[in-house]
């Protein structure tokens, strides 16, 4: 129904005259929505500071829907209480929804509950009777039905304007009521507002003369980051009401917020930024909130590490400013202990070294048998919940900020929603109690209040009414806009578009569009279209509600950024950073690695084995590639230790070879099922593996896990040989257990080897080595691989072309890199490019993309 068409009409000025006047006037402004009540409010403090007042009182103006539940509040206090029906919360009635649709034995329980709950709301806002169409249509009827009697004895929010209409004689009312910017009035609200007895009068914005242009821009973050640019132009320039409307401002909050906030503030300012975006985000964004539903999910449940890692860096826990610099160094401990998933029990046994966090989180598990099985009502619930946070000392030790505070005053409400579940839930347990906080949280968009800011950042439908000095609509591409009709599905089409829901066609849905892009054209005096041409590498029109406008420049000045605010302030000092002090101590911790590395890297060998430096581990389900090596190890060290020499292969083992799958597993700490599965998967390859071994000429083990130290370039390496075997057919081969699919003795070559700790062995072994290979334990890829001295010594391994040489070749290569490392030599020099840096995780400290051409690089191929 067109908004206004047998409504008296109320120019904008004559209203601010009659809301000047004071509450005792009795005008009351009612809006579609609450940004419009806002704006309009900001507008009439303009007026008022224009006739030069300092003091005024503030006008009743409010969204049509606060309006109508203030009417029923009022209601509550008077003498209507007891023939009032009790109004459910918004939680309360998805939870009916939920009982109801869960109960048909649908899957998709709330994607279908929260359609139903629209459904509901369109149907009374529209006078749509639900009923016969399709399947959808059917079933929603039957559980409107249930819903119904579940509700008979109360209120919801879509019958409120119908059941509060026999109450409005006995209610006070306004005198005066201006439905201001209505461009469509549903059934519902017209109905309301005739019953309400009092003078209804209509008003719309001021139309305004605007200079109106199109402007097309190539890709869309060029297209925000330009429309960032010129608000604050025009707010420098004196403007003092700037929006720019966003499309895709719900899905693309968090970039949108950065780049105005890089365009406002370059150098990081804390001051306030003087733009504010309309839409809010889910309160369990928050980490005041996210920390709080973790807390409560650890102290009864398994959580995945990350949220364990944030639990124990948060300062809304309990003693985390006094124990700061602990609980950082315990979390990053903690990766290396802990897996993927983590119970509360091994975290408390974790954090011994931080008493205040653990103490607090004893007290957690203290309340664990409070609720790990019992069934509690919601509100019981909520209290349990507030005891577990006090047990663990949130929201921490420091005073909060304006927004902590704000939110963490949000959370308390959303509890209270969970408390009032009680009128309409059963018992429930833990994890149900939980999942609905969590959802109460997600469903609650909030964003803390702010000063009022001069530029509004808006979503497409919230800008329609709005009047700006200067408006800029981004992304009206053809896609984008007019929107796409997106009827109910639970509704029977034809009867919404006989209603008239501009959402339920295309042509309604082009007609309000039309109306709204109307009104941008007016909402300013100057006014841009934009959108952009480009999305990856396909070419995007723009919106045929614009295509008639003049396509123009908009002037836009650049401002400096971050990098140009810092490089304006430098003070240029000069070094050279690939020589570091020479290596002073003879020992040298990190082993054979240190070597490996400065072959890989100069500038890693210097990082990890000088500056100790080393990226922090995250934490994987089961066992990862090392650990995985470490069981192999275990395995056979175990197994030649029961062994001895090749002579034992010829009996049945497999009483050995469970023993040291069995060791092994144990020697690792694998417990429950996963170690039984890892136990099975050892044995099959020991089996495996001892074929190879069958094959081979007699030997005999001389060394298992032997520790030495090696000496190169007069400084000393920690090493550990994984076995030495004596051959029979004299001298004797270094074996090195590898599990990894890529293995060649290429590796070994000079110059700067890919692997260079077998070769490195070989020429400091004290015993005459004649053969060296590694062993590759892999399920179907059995085998040795490497050089000998001797021709058939081991199963195919090649006999070198010159051994002696070989050896001297190793002992030259080991001798430069120890040389090169003691000297201090690190220069950032992959030797591999962007290969050796793959899984290295120190590139942001060496800022090798700085050096390398990351989009220049050949894709990198495996060996």
């Known amino acids: ?241 700037i929006g720019v409307v966003i499309p895709s401002l719900q899905e693309d909050r968090k970039e949108v917020a950065r780049v105005f906030s890089r365009v406002m503030r370059p150098g990081g300012e804390k001051a306030a930024m003087p733009f504010n975006i309309s839409i809010g985000i889910p309160l369990e964004r928050y980490p005041v909130v996210a920390l709080a539903l973790s807390v409560l999910r650890a102290s009864q449940e398994e959580i995945p590490f990350e949220e364990v890692s944030r639990l124990v860096r948060s300062p809304f826990i309990g003693g985390a400013e006094t124990e700061l610099g602990a609980r950082m160094r315990l979390e990053a401990r903690l990766r290396e202990k802990l897996g993927a998933s983590v119970v509360l029990p091994k975290l408390i046994a974790a954090a011994g070294q931080t008493p205040l966090l653990r103490a607090r989180l004893e007290k957690l598990y203290a309340l664990r048998e409070t609720g790990l099985f019992s069934q509690k009502t919601p509100a019981e619930w909520a209290r349990h919940f507030s005891s577990v946070l006090g047990a663990a000392g949130f929201p921490g030790e420091r005073a909060l900020d304006s927004d902590e505070f704000q939110t963490q005053a949000k959370w308390h409400e959303a509890l209270g929603e969970l408390s009032r579940l009680d009128r309409i839930s059963k018992e429930m347990s833990f994890s149900q109690a939980c999942q609905t906080l969590r959802k109460i949280c997600a469903d609650t968009l909030f964003q803390p209040e702010t000063p009022d800011t001069p530029i509004q950042v808006l979503g497409l439908l919230e800008s329609a009414g709005v009047e700006f000095d200067h408006l800029w609509v981004t992304g009206l591409t053809d896609e984008a806009w007019p929107l796409k009709s997106s009827p109910n599905p639970f509704l029977p089409l034809a009867q919404q578009r006989k209603a008239g829901i501009p959402e339920a066609s295309a042509e309604t849905s082009l007609a309000l569009d039309r109306r709204i892009t109307d009104g941008w054209k007016q909402a300013a005096g100057e006014v841009v279209f934009s959108h ?111 062994l001895k020499d090749s002579s034992a292969l010829q009996k049945d083992l497999s009483a050995q070879i469970e023993d040291a799958a069995t060791a092994a597993v144990e020697e690792l700490q694998i417990e429950g099922r996963f170690a039984d599965l890892e136990r099975t998967r050892l044995v099959r390859l020991a089996r495996e593996w001892l074929e190879v071994e069958k094959a081979r000429p007699p030997f005999s083990i001389l060394h298992l896990e032997e520790k030495r130290s090696l000496e190169f370039a007069g400084l000393e390496f920690a090493a550990r040989i994984d ?41 400091s072994a004290k015993e005459e080595v004649t053969a060296v290979v590694f062993a590759k334990v892999r399920p179907g890829e059995m085998r040795m691989m490497g050089y000998s001295r001797d021709d058939k010594a081991l199963p195919r391994v090649q006999k070198a072309k010159a051994w002696q040489p070989l050896l001297r070749e190793w002992k030259n290569e080991a001798e430069s890199l120890g040389k090169s490392f003691a000297g201090g030599e690190a220069r950032v020099d992959p030797k591999k490019d962007l290969m050796t840096c793959r899984y290295c995780g120190l590139e942001t400290l060496c800022r090798v993309y700085e050096k390398i051409n990351v989009l220049a690089e050949e894709e990198i191929e495996e060996w």
């Open 1 to 241: 129904m067109s908004a206004g068409a047998d409504l008296p009409f109320l120019k904008k000025s004559a209203l601010f005259e009659r809301l000047a006047l004071g509450r005792a006037a009795g005008v009351t402004v009612v809006t579609p929505n609450k940004r419009l009540s806002q704006a309009l409010m900001l507008e009439f403090d303009a007026f008022q500071i224009g006739k030069a007042l300092s003091v005024w009182e503030a006008p009743d103006i409010l969204p049509f829907g606060a309006f109508v539940q203030r009417l029923y509040e009022d209601g509550l206090y008077a003498d209507l209480s007891a023939e009032l029906p009790m109004l459910l919360t918004p939680a309360q009635q998805e939870e009916v929804w939920k009982q109801v649709v869960g109960g048909s034995g649908l899957l998709a329980v709330e994607g279908a509950a929260a359609k139903c709950r629209d459904a509901w709301n369109l149907a009374n806002l529209w006078r749509i009777r639900p009923g016969a169409g399709n399947q959808d249509t059917e079933a929603f009827a039957r559980w409107l039905t249930h819903y119904k009697k579940k509700t008979e004895n109360d209120l919801d929010t879509p019958r409120l304007p119908d059941a509060l209409q026999r109450f409005l004689p006995e209610l006070k009312r306004p005198k005066l009521v201006v439905a201001y910017a209505f461009d469509i009035l549903p059934p519902q609200t017209k109905e309301f507002l005739d019953a309400l007895g009092t003078e209804i009068v209509f008003c719309r914005p001021d139309l305004r003369s605007a200079t109106v242009s199109r402007a097309a821009f190539d890709s869309a973050k060029h297209e925000i980051e330009a429309a960032a640019r010129w608000a604050r132009a025009r707010l420098e320039a004196g403007g003092k009401r």
């Open 723 to 763: 076995r030495m075997d004596k051959l029979s057919t004299g001298g004797h081969a270094l074996i090195d257990y590898k599990t990894s699919r890529n293995l060649t003795p290429k590796q070994w070559e000079p110059p700067r080897p890919d692997d260079p700790q077998l070769a490195l062995y070989a020429v």
């Open 532 to 642: 952009f041409t480009k999305e990856e590498d396909r070419d995007v029109l723009p919106s045929p509600l614009i295509a008639d406008l003049p396509e123009r420049a908009v002037e836009i000045p650049a401002f400096s950024k971050l990098r140009d605010v810092i490089f304006a302030s430098r003070k240029t000092e000069t070094l050279q950073d690939r020589v570091a002090p020479a290596v002073r101590e003879k020992q040298v911790r990190g082993g054979t690695r240190v070597l490996s590395d400065q072959a890989a890297c100069p500038f890693r060998a210097f990082a990890r084995h000088r500056l100790h430096a080393e990226e922090l581990e995250e934490p994987a389900e089961g066992l990862d590639a090392a650990k995985r090596g470490k069981l192999v190890h275990e395995l056979m060290r175990n197994l030649w230790s029961a």
